[in-house]
């Protein structure tokens, strides 16, 4: 549910697929570290499970990246800000074909869609295509649905990168302390 309606979520599938596959194998390299620290309590495994937490930081920010189409308005989720676009004040959808997915407001400014970026791939797949012609479908079925045209920034939540992040900060500081 999104604003009491159904939302309509865009993304790639590869990015989930990726970013489930990252958290996994990081998460057992950690584990791994973490079981070895029972041998020997020194600096090196807790600066690879810092890195391991890192890693799953960034990967699940980067490939949670995503558009939301809600009643109102279209809420894109890029790594660290996530807009929200009244459909009234989206003036063009640019991109697809290879090139990374953007939004241009009414206003000039343009918002990049990290979660269609261009690719090679993308321009076999089509991913960023199909996501432009839904978006542009939306805008043109809801943008008399809003007088609202005010983009809105926020930082991006991710609990999970979040909380993994926190854990490379402990775990590298740890690592600083006991030595590397």
């Known amino acids: ?41 020194e600096g090196g495994p807790i600066s690879g499970v810092a890195a391991c937490f890192f890693a799953i930081a960034v990967t699940r920010r980067i490939m949670g990246s995503r558009i ?12 660290l800000i996530t807009y929200t676009v009244p459909y009234g004040a989206v003036a063009e959808v640019r991109g697809g074909g290879g090139e990374t997915l953007n939004l241009v407001t009414q206003r000039g400014d343009e918002i990049y869609c ?13 991913s960023a295509d199909r ?4 978006i542009e479908q939306q805008v043109r079925r809801r943008r008399g649905a809003t007088q609202r045209t005010h983009v809105t920034k926020k930082l991006t939540v991710s609990w999970v990168a979040d909380v993994c992040a926190i854990g490379a900060i402990v775990c590298a500081v740890t690592a600083a302390i006991v030595g590397v």
Do not use: Q
């Open 131 to 134: 996501a432009a012609k839904r």
């Open 1 to 41: 549910m999104f604003n009491g309606h159904e939302a309509e979520i865009l993304r790639r599938a590869s990015f989930r697929v990726l970013s489930w596959i990252a958290t996994a194998g990081f998460g057992v390299a950690a584990v791994g570290l973490i079981i070895s620290l029972t041998y020997s309590f």
């Open 68 to 79: 939301v189409l809600g009643s109102s308005a279209l809420t894109v989720v890029n790594p």
């Open 114 to 126: 990290t979660g269609f970026g261009g690719s090679f791939i993308d321009s076999f797949v089509k």
